[in-house]
């Protein structure tokens, strides 16, 4: 009891610090996490606490068909965010892209910019070669973080995809003015140079 309670007030929390904090102290293997959490969500399987809970557990244990059953017996797929975050991450890990970016549609409409829903509904768009509506989501992000070098890297790379040089331009420039990541900044050296090639 005590430990759920831990995690409720982990997940609750509107301080990531606190929340990092909480969850830091909590140590458990999928299996265990399963064991602890399984008997609860057979009693009251519309929880959407707990069933989320048990949900990450079984993607952990790289189980995610079970997490999927789980989340459909809340019966909040669609209807709750966190509910419908993890069912579109379990459908993409099922290989259900159609699917998984429907319910990454649908989240957005449930709430805009919910997690790293963002970098999903873009890259799934990307991977299916419809740069336009990448940039559309990419343009209509609630709070957008327009000094990040990330995001600005995400508008470069589909503005030149989309054949908007221009805006690639500005956007790499941007993207270049802040420490970025290795990760990203192996991607915005990519873009550069297939943008010079580009001007030869």
Known sequence: ??????????TQSTSKRRKD??????????????????PDVRKRPRDVFTASLLARAYIQGRDPEKALE???????????PEITYLAARVTLLLKDVEKSLGLFETLWELEPGYRDSLVFLVELYGTMG????????????????????????????????????????????RAT???????????????????????R
């Open 21 to 38: 904090l909480l969850l830091g102290l909590i140590d458990l293997t999928p299996s265990q996490a399963i064991q602890l959490l399984a």
């Open 70 to 80: 789980v989340l459909e017996h809340t019966k909040n797929i669609e209807k709750d």
């Open 177 to 199: 003015l802040v420490r970025l990541p290795a990760r990203i900044r192996a991607q915005v050296a990519k873009l550069q140079m297939h943008m010079n090639s580009d001007r």
């Open 130 to 173: 419809v740069y336009e509506d990448a940039l559309l989501y990419l343009n209509s992000a609630p709070e957008r973080p327009m000094h990040t070098g990330e995001y600005q890297a995400m508008l470069a790379r589909y503005s030149l995809l989309s054949g908007r040089f221009l805006d690639a331009v500005e956007h790499l420039n």
């Open 1 to 10: 009891a005590a430990l759920l309670e831990t995690l409720n007030e982990a």
